[in-house]
Structures are given as C-alpha cells and as structure tokens.
C-alpha cells in the first residue's frame, strides 16, 4: 500500500541503480572477461539496448588510431550504424562481417585509458535536455550527419587521418549515451567542421597529384 504513496514511490526510486557512465561502461567493457581479443560482436551483445550508442562511440574512438585497415573497418560500421539511425531501427544490426571482427584489447583499454580524463570531465555537465535532439526525428538528423563522418573516414584522407570526423562522432555519441541534446549539437557543429576540413585536405591532395602528372 505504502508503495503507491508519494513517500513509497521516492522510496523505489532510491532504491533504483544509479546508471553507469560512459567512462563506467567503457572500463568495463577493457576490463571484463578473458582473451587478448575482443570481438565487435560481444561487446555489442553487453552492451544490450545501450548497443547502438556506445557502439557509436567505440566505432568513432577506434577509427582515430592509425592501425592500417582500421579506420576503414570503422567508418563502413559508422556509415551502417547512421542507416540504423536513419530508419529508426530499436535494436542495433551489424553485417557479420564486421560484427565478427576484433580489436586487441590492449588496444582498447589504451585508448579508453587516454580519453577517459576528458570524458569523465566532460560527463559532469552532461544532462537530459533537449530530448528532441535525441528523439525520432532527432535521431534520423544525426543518421544523416554520421553517414557523413562514416563516409570521411573510409576515405583516405590525407595529412590530417580520420581525426577530426572520428572526434565530431565521438562527441554525438557522448550526447547520445548521456541523452544531453546540446553535446549532440555541439558534436554536429563539430561534424561541419570536420567535413570543411576533410573537403580542404582531399582537394589539397587532387591538385598535387594533378599538378606532378602535369609537371
């Protein structure tokens, strides 16, 4: 009875887990089970209906290292993880070709290692706000701008790697597991920045090649 009081119900409310953080979530995921390797797969099947933003996450900080192929791996999952989000899919899908594929996870605990710091500054404020942003339709918006970074980085780009793209989408999955619309907002500012500077350096690497061959 005293469970459908307002005094019951702030009782079950305290009672509730407080939920993991990025940061949280990420150590636990370098830390837990056995093997030097670590498939997408089962990562993936911890993560469970968090799967598709951390997936983002994971996916945007592994294409930033400057392991040959892995960027590449990384942006064909962003551009399928944008097609997720652009048809509004509840549960994430991955091809088995790149659900089966694994990173070492010294790797990964290295790179989580490196980041952590920031993100966990960065997730003091964040918050829930601006739950359009990362509603429905917010979600097909961000679909498209990840597609964007997805396609940047599966591309060689020169001088500056898959960095910037990797960097924008790791900010809008942060605001994507944290439900903070205004990081996913700054993470899209971010994503223009980062397409601006991808077109700068392609076009760079097209003029020297056109002007060797006409030398």
Same mark, same amino acid.
């Given at each position: 009875?005293?469970?459908?009081? =307002?005094?019951?119900?702030?009782?079950? @409310?305290?009672?509730?887990?407080?939920?993991?953080?990025?940061?949280?979530?990420?150590? /636990?995921?370098?830390?837990?089970?056995?093997?030097?390797?670590?498939?997408?797969?089962?990562?993936?099947?911890?993560?469970? /209906?968090?799967?598709?933003? @951390?997936?983002?996450?994971?996916?945007?900080?592994?294409?930033?290292?400057?392991?040959?192929?892995?960027?590449? %791996?990384?942006?064909?999952?962003?551009?399928?993880?944008?097609?997720?989000?652009?048809?509004?899919?509840?549960? $994430?899908? $991955?091809?088995?070709?790149?659900?089966?594929?694994? %990173?070492?996870?010294?790797?990964?605990?290295?790179?989580?290692?490196?980041?952590?710091?920031?993100?966990?500054?960065?997730?003091?404020?964040?918050?829930?706000?601006?739950?359009? %942003?990362?509603?429905?339709?917010?979600?097909? $918006?961000?679909?498209?701008v990840i597609f964007a970074?997805?396609?940047?980085?599966?591309?060689?780009?020169?001088?500056?790697?898959?960095?910037? =793209?990797? @960097?924008?989408?790791? $900010?809008?999955?942060?605001?994507m597991t944290e439900r903070?619309?205004?990081? %996913?907002?700054?993470?899209?500012?971010?994503?223009?920045?980062?397409?601006?500077?991808?077109?700068?350096?392609?076009?760079?690497?097209?003029?020297?090649?056109?002007?060797?061959?006409?030398?």
């Open positions: 009875m005293d469970a459908d009081t =307002p005094r019951g119900l702030r009782a079950r @409310f305290r009672r509730r887990p407080v939920p993991e953080r990025t940061s949280e979530v990420l150590r /636990h995921l370098t830390e837990q089970g056995a093997g030097d390797e670590l498939r997408f797969r089962d990562i993936l099947a911890q993560l469970r /209906h968090r799967a598709l933003g @951390f997936a983002l996450l994971i996916f945007s900080l592994l294409g930033c290292v400057p392991i040959p192929g892995l960027p590449t %791996v990384c942006g064909v999952a962003l551009v399928v993880i944008a097609l997720n989000l652009i048809t509004v899919r509840r549960r $994430l899908w $991955l091809p088995r070709a790149i659900a089966d594929k694994s %990173v070492n996870r010294a790797d990964l605990a290295r790179i989580v290692e490196r980041v952590s710091p920031y993100l966990e500054r960065l997730e003091k404020i964040c918050k829930p706000r601006f739950p359009i %942003v990362t509603d429905t339709v917010g979600k097909i $918006l961000i679909g498209l970074l997805g396609f940047i980085m599966i591309l060689p780009i020169p001088f500056i790697g898959n960095t910037p =793209p990797g @960097f924008a989408a790791s $900010l809008i999955a942060i605001g903070d619309g205004l990081i %996913v907002l700054i993470g899209t500012i971010a994503s223009a920045v980062a397409i601006a500077i991808a077109s700068v350096a392609t076009e760079a690497l097209v003029s020297a090649v056109i002007q060797y061959f006409s030398s």
